[in-house]
């Protein structure tokens, strides 16, 4: 992902926790806040519950691409924070955990938006 697509900054993410919506499932929980720009911005948070640094990279690689391939609509800073199942669950599963999240959210677009 490209870094001005990356929720990097401790405020950053300070911010999305503060004053985010936030939605959740068994695997993973997102925070969202809406902002002005032309763009999303995507965090990861993966804590040291979910194994060891193996695991948790791997859990950040395959939720990254499950973002990276989906189209979203713009104007929003997003937080996924994965839960202690996420580590035993394969990518099918996280990235379907991930979609309805984002889908009930409002961060991807309808359908019928997103065939026009």
Do not use: Y
Not at 15 to 21: D, I, L, N, Y
Not at 85 to 98: E, H, M, T, V
């Amino acid at each position: 992902m490209p870094r001005q697509i990356r929720l990097r900054r401790r405020k950053d993410f300070d911010a999305v926790f503060a004053s985010g919506r936030t939605w959740s499932n068994d695997l993973l929980v997102l925070r969202t806040l809406p902002t002005n720009c032309d763009h999303n911005r995507f965090g990861f948070v993966t804590s040291k519950r979910l194994g060891n640094a193996i695991v948790r990279n791997r859990v950040r690689r395959r939720l990254r691409e499950t973002v990276r391939v989906l189209p979203t609509r713009q104007g929003f800073d997003c937080v996924l924070s994965a839960k202690a199942k996420a580590a035993d669950a394969d990518f099918a599963r996280l990235s379907s955990a991930a979609k309805s999240l984002l889908q009930r959210a409002g961060v991807l677009p309808d359908p019928a938006e997103a065939s026009s």
